[in-house]
Every structure is written in structure tokens, then in C-alpha cells.
């Protein structure tokens, strides 16, 4: 059982839909006061909406920083506080090399990677004032780990948020800011759910657990990490993939029968 967070104040980004939007209602289950942040307004108040009068909407485009900065300002003005930030945001085009434009790079690596670094940089004076934080980055297993046709640049977003974890995670340490990571698998959301059909099941077919995972299954491990007893964790990892990443050829799911 986990120290109680109840009253503490998060930040989530992208939080309107799949993955930020359920660790935003596992944190307001928690008791935590939860921004809710995406580019639209209306479907970040929804969420708010579903999590109770402790939560609240901002909209922001994490791969500009001034909208970073104002979601940081409103978190302090509504809540007093920000104590753990969950740079969730992220889309994952498909482009095969050949057909990836100079443009499409730069939009994934912009929302994904430097969305990141802007949203941690304008949570920073708070936390740094309060000598306490916890940041908890939504990374992938592909790009760190696997790679699939059509995201390099997705994976190289991936891979790039645990290298600029690593360096900020000493940065941070004392100040008593932890930074580590969430690696999901496949996980079913509104976002995975657009690649459509056929690649939702061959991939649970693919699963040891022949199963996508939920928002839940992420949600619970960014909970893991935002808690006090993660207090002596810093610039670490956990894969939440249900042993997607461990079977070393299609052979070895087939002899599980
Ligand atoms: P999703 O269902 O498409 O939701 C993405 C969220 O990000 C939405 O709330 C979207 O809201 C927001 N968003 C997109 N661009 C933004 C921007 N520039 N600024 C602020 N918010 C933005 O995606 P998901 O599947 O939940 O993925 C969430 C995170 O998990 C991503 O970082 C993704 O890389 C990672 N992940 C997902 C899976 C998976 O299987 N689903 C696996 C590994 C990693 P608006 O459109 O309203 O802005």
C-alpha cells in the first residue's frame, strides 16, 4: 500500500484521451487535484469533468513553450502547487523512409520529444522552489527497445526522452526531483485503435499475455513512481508490455501452445 497522495497536485499531459487521460483518473481516485492538459479545451474539460470537482482543464500545445509555461502558472494559481508532472503527450504518425518528409520528423520530434523537455523545464522554478518533485515521462517500447516499419522518427522520440531523462534525472537529484519513465507496449486507446483493426489483433496475438494492455496497467506503474516510496528511484524504467519485448523469435510464442 502506497503513502497517500491525496491533496498533492498533477499535471497530465495529454490527458484527453487513452493513456493521460487514465493516469489522470487513477490520480483523481488517488485524491490528487489533476490539470487535465491537451490542445482542446472542451475534451480536456470532459475529462475534468469525469474526475470530479478536484480537477480542472488547461489547454496547451507542449511543443511551444509558452503554452507550457502558462499550464505550469494555472496549475500554481488553481492548486498552489505542482508536485508531479506526467509528460504524457505524444502522437505516432506512420511514415516509411523514402516518404517521411523533413516536416514530419520535426512534428514528432517537436510534440514528443522537445514537448517534453518544455513541459518539464516550465514545472522546474516550482518544484525546485519546493525542493520536492516527481516527473513521470509516457516513453514507448518502440524506439528504446523494438522498432515497426513507418516510426523511426516516433522511435527515435521514444529512445530521446530516456537519454534527456537520464542527464536531467542527475540534474534534478538534488533538488529531491525524481524523473523516470513508463514504457508501455501496445496499449488500447484512442490513438492505437486509429491504426486500425487488423493490426490491433495480430499484435495481442504477438503478446504472451495475448492481450493489449489498458490505460489502467500504465496508470498504475506512473502511480508506482509518483509515490514517496519512489523517493530513492530516479532515471529508471519500467516496461508495461505484458512480455511483448521477451519472446526472442515467433517460435517462442508458438511453443507456448
Ligand atoms: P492518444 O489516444 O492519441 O492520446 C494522445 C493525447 O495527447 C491526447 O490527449 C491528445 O489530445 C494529446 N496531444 C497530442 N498532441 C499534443 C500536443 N502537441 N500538445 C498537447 N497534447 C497533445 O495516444 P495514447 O495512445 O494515449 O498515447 C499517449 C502516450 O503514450 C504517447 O506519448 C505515446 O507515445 C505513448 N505510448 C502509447 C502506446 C499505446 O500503445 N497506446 C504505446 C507506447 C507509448 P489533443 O489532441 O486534444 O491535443
Not at 522546474?124 to 515521462?137: E, F, Q, S, T, Y
Request: charged share 15%; aromatic share 6%.
Amino acid at each position: 500500500m502506497l503513502t497517500s497522495l491525496a491533496g498533492k497536485t498533477v499535471i497530465v499531459t495529454g490527458a484527453s484521451k487513452g493513456i493521460g487521460r487514465g493516469i489522470a483518473k487513477r490520480f483523481g481516485l488517488a485524491g490528487l487535484n489533476v490539470l487535465v492538459v491537451s490542445r482542446h479545451l472542451d475534451e480536456a474539460k470532459k475529462v475534468a469533468g469525469e474526475i470530479g470537482a478536484k480537477a480542472s482543464a488547461f489547454a496547451a500545445d507542449v511543443s511551444q513553450a509558452e503554452p507550457c509555461k502558462a499550464m505550469a502558472a494555472a496549475a500554481l494559481e488553481r492548486c498552489g502547487s505542482i508536485d508531479i508532472l506526467c509528460a504524457n503527450a505524444g502522437i505516432f504518425p506512420a511514415a516509411k523512409l523514402g516518404d517521411m518528409t523533413a516536416s514530419d520528423f520535426d512534428q514528432v520530434i517537436g510534440v514528443n520529444l522537445k514537448g517534453t523537455f518544455l513541459s518539464i523545464s516550465a514545472v522546474l522554478p516550482a518544484m525546485k522552489a519546493k525542493k520536492r518533485g516527481r516527473i513521470v515521462i509516457t516513453s514507448s517500447i518502440t524506439g528504446p527497445i523494438t522498432g515497426y516499419p513507418g516510426w523511426s522518427h516516433y522511435g527515435a522520440s521514444k529512445a530521446g526522452q530516456l537519454g534527456f531523462m537520464r542527464t536531467a534525472a542527475i540534474e534534478l537529484a538534488p533538488f529531491n526531483i525524481t524523473v523516470n519513465a513508463v514504457m508501455p507496449g501496445n496499449i488500447f486507446t484512442e490513438g492505437l485503435e486509429g491504426l486500425g483493426k487488423d493490426y490491433l489483433t495480430t499484435m495481442a496475438a504477438c503478446i504472451p499475455m495475448k492481450r493489449l494492455g489498458t490505460v489502467e496497467d500504465i496508470a498504475n506503474a506512473v502511480l508506482y513512481f509518483a509515490s514517496d516510496e519512489a523517493g530513492y528511484v530516479t532515471g529508471q524504467t519500467i516496461v508495461v508490455d505484458g512480455g511483448q519485448v521477451l519472446p526472442e523469435s515467433p517460435a517462442a510464442l508458438e511453443q507456448m501452445g
